[in-house]
C-alpha cells in the first residue's frame, strides 16, 4: 500500500512492538505528530519539558525493562537538546533509537533555519547513525537501527530524518520484526576447559560482575558458578543487582567507593574473573597496583574491552550467558573454607558504617527506603553522593533495579529515567535518589511526572552544596570551597506543589518513615527534601592515584 514517511513511521514502531515514545514537538517533525495523533490508541506519546528529559526517560524505560527506548525530537536546538542523553546510553550500553527532524533535503546544508549536522555530532556516542534523504530507505533503515541497537552489546542509533521524506509517498510492505541474532559462544570448549583449570586450581579468587551479566540475561548463571565454587562476588556501580545483594558470597561495591572487603579481596587474590564489565578507572584506580598478584579472566561480550585498561591473561570474548553457563556446570564443586572465613572476617571487621544517631543521615535514609519497600523498589539516581549512599546502602537484590547514569555521570539524569522507569514498570514503587544540585538541573520533568500521574518518589538528600565536588575540595583541596555553596532559598515542596505534586519537609530523623509512607500511599509525584549536613561524606575513597587496598574511611 501507498503510506507518506510519517505514517510509515508509525507502521515500523508496531513493527517493532513500541508501544511508548517520549518526545517534543517542533515544525521537522509536524508531519510525525500528525501522524502519531492519528494512532495514538496503539502507541503513548509521553511529551516531557524539555528533549533532554526525553532521551533520560527513554534511556530509564530501557534499563528497566531490557526494550528498546525511543525518543523523538525535531531539528537544530530539538536535536541538540537529546545529545547528552544519547552519550550517557552510550557509555552505559543502553537499547535507544533517537529520531531526529532535519530540514528538507533541498535546503541541507545552506545554513537554514534549526539544521544543525546532528549525525556528524553523534557520530562518537552512537552504535550507528543516519540520515534519511530518500522515502523509498525509510523502512530499511528503521528497522535496520532497531536490530543494531539491540545486537551485540546494545547502545543507542540515531535516525535523523529529512522533513519532506516525512511527506512523500511510497510502497510500504509490513515486516515482521526479526529476531535479534543470538551472539554465539565465541570460544571453543578448549578454550574455556583450559579456563576452568585455572579457576578450580585458584586459591583466593574474586569474581567481578558487571553490568553486562544484566543485559546478558546471565544473572542464574552467575549465582550458580559462584556457589558452585565457593568464589565471592563484587560488583561494578552498573553491576549492582546482578549478585543478590544479600547472599554471603556478595562483598559489596569495588573501587574507589568500593567496601574494604571488596577492595581488600581484589588486592590479594590470584585470580581476578572479570565479567560483564570494562575495566574503568574508577574500579582500578592505580592501574599498575590493581590485583597485582593474580591471573585476570576477562569474558565479556565486546573484543574492543580485552585489553583496553589492563592487561588479560585468559580473554573470552563471546556470549556471556553461554560462557558463564558452561562454566557454571563443569566447573568443580569446592569450598575454599579458608579463603571464604578471610571473606566474612573482613566483612564482620570492615563494615560500611557511619555515626549512629538522631541526627538525620543520608545513609540511614536509604536503609529506611530498603526496609520500608522490601528491597522491591526500582531506584533511579542522579549523579554524586546520593548516587553513591544509593549503591552503598540499598540492598539491590534484582537486576534492572539501580538504574543510574554510571560511565558519562550526568548530573539531571534521575528524574528523566524514573518516568521512563515508571512507564516501563507502572507495578514497580520507583524511587529517585537526588541531590539538591542534580534536581535543579531537570526539575522541569515533575510537570511530566505529574500530567500522567506517575507516582514517582523523589528523595532529596539537600545538602545545600554540591555534595562530591565540595568532598573532592575538602580532601584534596585544603578545603578551598570554590563554587559548591549553593546557597539558594528554593523551597522544594512549595516548587512540588506549584507543579501539582505533593511535598514533604524532612529535617529529623524521626520524621522519615512518616513522609515515606506517606509517599508510599500516594498516587501522584512525592517530593520528599531531606535536610542533611554539608559535610556528610562517601566513605570509603581511594585517593586519587592510590591502590584501592588504600582507602579513606572516615
Not at 460 to 481: A, E, K, P, T
Request: glycine letters at 10%; charged letters at 20%.
Amino acid at each position: 500500500m501507498k503510506l507518506t514517511g510519517s505514517e510509515i513511521f508509525v507502521q515500523c514502531l508496531k513493527e517493532q512492538g513500541v508501544d511508548t515514545i517520549f518526545g517534543y514537538p517542533g515544525g521537522a517533525v509536524l508531519n510525525i505528530y500528525d501522524a502519531l495523533s492519528k494512532h495514538r490508541e496503539e502507541i503513548t506519546h509521553i511529551l516531557t519539558s524539555h528533549e533532554q528529559g526525553a532521551s533520560h526517560a527513554a534511556d530509564g524505560y530501557a534499563r528497566a525493562t531490557g526494550k528498546v527506548g525511543v525518543c523523538l525530537a525535531t531539528s537544530g536546538p530539538g536535536a541538540t537538546n537529546l545529545v547528552t542523553g544519547i552519550a550517557t546510553a552510550y557509555m552505559d550500553s543502553v537499547p535507544m533509537v533517537a529520531f531526529t527532524g532535519q530540514v528538507p533535503t533541498a535546503l541541507l546544508g545552506k545554513d537554514s533555519f534549526q539544521e544543525v549536522d546532528i549525525t556528524g555530532i553523534t557520530m562518537p556516542i552512537t552504535k550507528h547513525n543516519y540520515i534519511v534523504k530518500d522515502v523509498n530507505d525509510f523502512a530499511h533503515i528503521i528497522r535496520e537501527a532497531f536490530r543494531i541497537a539491540q545486537e551485540g552489546r546494545p547502545g543507542p542509533v540515531l535516525v535523523d530524518i529529512c522533513k519532506d521524506v516525512t511527506a512523500a509517498v511510497t510502497e510500504y510492505t509490513f515486516e515482521q520484526a526479526s529476531p535479534i541474532q543470538e551472539v554465539p559462544l565465541g570460544v571453543d570448549k578448549h578454550e574455556l576447559d583450559e579456563v576452568l583449570k585455572v579457576i578450580d586450581g585458584a586459591q583466593t579468587p574474586i569474581i567481578l560482575a558487571g553490568g553486562g551479566i544484566g543485559i546478558a540475561g546471565a544473572c542464574e548463571e552467575l549465582v550458580k558458578l559462584a556457589e558452585r565454587s565457593s568464589i565471592p562476588v563484587t560488583t561494578t556501580l552498573m553491576g549492582l543487582g546482578v549478585f543478590p545483594g544479600t547472599h554471603p558470597l556478595f562483598t559489596g561495591l569495588v573501587g574507589m567507593h568500593g567496601a574494604k572487603t571488596s577492595n581488600l579481596a581484589v588486592s590479594q587474590c590470584d585470580l581476578f574473573i572479570a565479567i560483564g564489565a570494562r575495566f574503568s578507572d574508577r574500579v582500578m584506580s592505580n592501574v599498575k597496583r590493581f590485583a597485582p598478584n593474580a591471573r585476570i579472566i576477562h569474558i565479556d561480550i565486546d573484543p574492543a574491552e580485552i585489553g583496553k585498561n589492563i592487561h588479560v591473561h585468559f580473554p573470552l570474548v563471546g556470549n556471556v550467558k553461554k560462557i558463564l553457563s558452561y562454566l557454571c556446570k563443569q566447573a568443580e564443586q569446592q569450598q575454599r573454607s579458608e579463603w571464604i572465613q578471610k571473606i566474612k572476617q573482613w566483612k564482620a571487621d570492615y563494615p560500611l558504617k557511619y555515626k549512629q544517631d538522631n541526627v538525620l543521615r543520608p545513609q540511614h535514609i536509604m536503609e529506611t527506603i530498603y526496609e520500608m519497600t522490601n528491597g522491591e523498589a526500582v531506584i533511579t539516581t542522579e549523579v554524586g553522593q546520593n548516587q553513591l549512599w544509593a549503591a552503598q546502602y540499598y540492598k539491590y537484590g534484582y537486576p534492572r533495579t539501580y538504574i543510574s547514569s554510571g560511565g558519562l555521570g550526568t548530573m539531571g539524569y534521575g528524574l528523566g529515567a524514573s518516568i521512563g522507569a515508571q512507564i516501563g514498570k507502572p507495578d514497580k514503587k520507583v524511587f529517585n535518589i537526588a541531590g539538591d544540585g542534580s534536581f535543579r538541573m531537570n526539575c522541569n520533568e515533575l510537570a511530566t511526572a505529574v500530567e500522567y500521574k506517575l507516582p514517582i518518589i523523589i528523595v532529596i538528600l539537600n545538602n545545600h552544596v554540591l555534595g562530591m565536588v565540595r568532598q573532592w575540595q575538602d580532601l584534596f583541596y585544603d578545603s578551598r570551597f570554590s563554587s559548591t555553596t549553593i546557597e539558594r532559598s528554593t523551597d522544594f515542596v512549595k516548587l512540588a506543589e506549584a507543579y501539582g505534586a505533593k511535598g514533604f519537609n524532612v529535617t529529623q530523623k524521626d520524621q522519615l518513615q512518616t513522609a515515606i509512607a506517606k509517599a508510599l500511599a500516594s498516587d501522584v509525584p512525592v517530593v520528599i527534601n531531606c535536610e542533611i549536613d554539608r559535610d556528610e561524606k562517601v566513605f570509603p575513597i581511594v585517593p586519587p592515584g592510590a591502590p584501592i587496598n588504600e582507602l579513606i574511611e572516615e
